[in-house]
């Protein structure tokens, strides 16, 4: 089972960039496909973006081309660059792992971004 943690959430301006980080740990990194959902007050969680254990994205229409996934397997890392924040990027950030041959959904415990001026 992997654990995950995520770290880089904050207060930024609109126009901002941030750049989330999630560490993985306790299984083998390789195994998962992996990546980032998120949350706003009084809506459900939504997928940001993912990247599969061979490297292939996907991203949600509302952020193509404003934010990058990537990860590094060797540091057990997965990555979420997020360029021209809009408010509506106001969520909670989950980083989310799911293992290549099961359906289960392992979560980290999220980061807040607050996009506001």
């Known amino acids: 089972q992997v654990q995950l943690v995520e770290s880089g959430g904050g207060l930024v301006q609109p126009g901002g960039s941030l750049r989330l980080s999630c560490a993985a740990s306790?299984?083998?990194?390789?195994?998962?496909?992996t990546g980032w959902y998120r949350q706003a007050p009084g809506k459900q969680r939504e997928l940001v973006a993912g990247v599969t254990r061979d490297g292939t994205t996907n991203y949600a229409d509302s952020v193509k081309g404003r934010f990058t996934i990537s990860r590094d397997n060797a540091k057990n890392m997965v990555y979420l660059q997020m360029n021209s924040l809009k408010s509506e990027d106001t969520a909670v950030y989950y980083c989310?792992?799911?293992?290549?041959?099961?359906?289960?959904?392992?979560w980290g415990r999220g980061t807040q971004v607050t996009v506001s001026s």
């Open positions: 306790g299984s083998i990194f390789t195994n998962y496909h």
């Open positions: 989310y792992a799911r293992r290549y041959s099961g359906s289960v959904y392992y």
